[in-house]
């Protein structure tokens, strides 16, 4: 009864039942059906954290190095151990999630914005015979060539054309999965284009620019809100490879990849710990951002939550 009156009295107020309540519902409930799931997703909250704080938690400076204490194991005061450099590594660890996580982010929500304008356009004007539909078909032939490419040999050689820094490995991981996300707003904007509320847009005398900007591309968002979960762990495993080889950020700046490649040398000798312990992190954060991936496709598919 009072719940009724409650809502009564919020639609005479002019605030009609928000869908904002109802997919914090829907997930509430998703969450608690799917707890390891959740926990995954809380995990990558975690990170997501650290890639902001970290280096404010780190109980020693992770970019300045004791040699004194040179691949020292884990104790209470280091509980990952030291470096064969003195670095303490979880330290390290705690401040490797700005870089790592940062250039994974930047460089997927560029390819996003890419993705998302071009892919739109490419796929409304498909099959014309407009300036507009010459310039999609030309843009897919680009994103051909580009995916014939192993995608690893291509980012090393994006990053070893302009240098290595974390500036050059962002401007790479952009460029390998704008074909991606180009393709996948390109398929859902041709099935887009033939619904009712398209034609109804155009009745109503709607520019083409308009239709695409208010009615196809909001529209899209939801695939690509998946991809990019899964992408940002693609990324961090990209950066971390580029940083194994050299190739990516270097030290002293804190990088997970850069730390497992300066501790791979040391396993034969018995000191394990310089890279077992960020290759770990490497893993769980792959992993806890696939579960995000998975928790947005049933959470914006009704479809997928069965």
Same mark, same amino acid.
């Given at each position: 009864?009072?719940?009724?009156?409650?809502?009564?009295?919020?639609?005479?107020?002019?605030?009609?039942?928000?869908?904002?309540?109802?997919? %914090?519902?829907?997930?509430? %409930? @998703?969450?608690?059906?799917?707890?390891?799931?959740?926990?995954?997703?809380?995990?990558?909250?975690?990170?997501?954290?650290?890639?902001?704080?970290?280096?404010?938690?780190?109980?020693?400076?992770?970019?300045?190095?004791?040699?004194?204490?040179?691949?020292?194991?884990?104790?209470?005061?280091?509980?990952?151990?030291?470096?064969?450099?003195?670095?303490?590594?979880?330290?390290?660890?705690?401040?490797?999630?700005?870089?790592?996580?940062?250039?994974?982010?930047?460089? =997927?929500?560029?390819?996003?914005?890419?993705?998302?304008?071009?892919?739109?356009?490419?796929? @409304? @004007?498909?099959? =014309?015979?407009?300036?507009?539909?010459?310039?999609?078909?030309?843009?897919?032939?680009?994103?051909?060539?580009?995916?014939?490419?192993?995608?690893?040999?291509?980012?090393?050689?994006?990053?070893?054309?302009?240098?290595?820094?974390?500036?050059?490995?962002?401007?790479?991981?952009?460029?390998?999965?704008?074909?991606?996300?180009?393709?996948?707003?390109?398929?859902?904007?041709?099935?887009?284009?033939? %619904?009712?509320?398209?034609?109804?847009?155009?009745?109503?005398?709607?520019?083409?620019?308009?239709?695409?900007?208010?009615?196809?591309?909001?529209?899209?968002?939801?695939?690509?809100?998946?991809?990019?979960?899964?992408?940002?762990?693609?990324?961090?495993?990209?950066?971390?490879?580029?940083?194994?080889?050299?190739?990516?950020? %270097?030290?002293?700046?804190?990088?997970?990849?850069?730390?497992?490649?300066?501790?791979?040398?040391?396993?034969?000798?018995?000191?394990?710990?310089?890279?077992?312990?960020?290759?770990?992190?490497?893993?769980?954060?792959?992993?806890?951002?696939?579960?995000?991936?998975?928790?947005?496709?049933?959470?914006?598919?009704?479809?997928?939550?069965?």
């Amino acid at each position: 009864m009072t719940s009724t009156a409650s809502t009564a009295s919020s639609a005479v107020a002019g605030f009609p039942p928000r869908p904002r309540a109802r997919r %914090r519902r829907a997930a509430a %409930r @998703y969450f608690r059906a799917h707890k390891l799931t959740a926990f995954w997703v809380a995990l990558a909250g975690v990170f997501a954290v650290l890639a902001f704080v970290g280096p404010l938690l780190a109980p020693h400076d992770p970019e300045v190095p004791d040699p004194s204490l040179s691949l020292t194991g884990p104790s209470l005061s280091h509980p990952f151990g030291v470096d064969a450099s003195g670095f303490d590594i979880f330290s390290q660890t705690l401040a490797a999630p700005r870089t790592d996580l940062g250039i994974a982010i930047a460089g =997927t929500l560029i390819a996003l914005v890419l993705g998302l304008v071009l892919g739109t356009l490419a796929g @409304y @004007y498909q099959g =014309t015979r407009s300036v507009q539909g010459v310039l999609g078909e030309s843009l897919m032939r680009v994103a051909d060539i580009v995916q014939a490419f192993p995608i690893f040999i291509l980012a090393l050689g994006l990053v070893a054309m302009r240098g290595p820094g974390a500036t050059n490995v962002i401007v790479a991981l952009a460029l390998v999965n704008f074909p991606l996300f180009l393709r996948l707003i390109r398929s859902e904007t041709l099935a887009l284009r033939e %619904r009712a509320f398209v034609d109804a847009a155009r009745a109503a005398g709607l520019g083409d620019l308009r239709i695409v900007l208010r009615h196809l591309l909001p529209n899209a968002l939801a695939p690509a809100a998946v991809l990019v979960s899964v992408n940002i762990g693609f990324g961090m495993l990209l950066t971390a490879g580029l940083s194994f080889i050299g190739a990516g950020v %270097r030290p002293p700046t804190p990088e997970l990849g850069a730390m497992v490649s300066a501790g791979a040398s040391t396993i034969l000798t018995g000191q394990w710990w310089p890279a077992v312990f960020p290759g770990i992190v490497i893993a769980l954060i792959v992993l806890s951002f696939a579960f995000v991936g998975k928790a947005a496709e049933a959470l914006l598919d009704p479809r997928s939550r069965a």
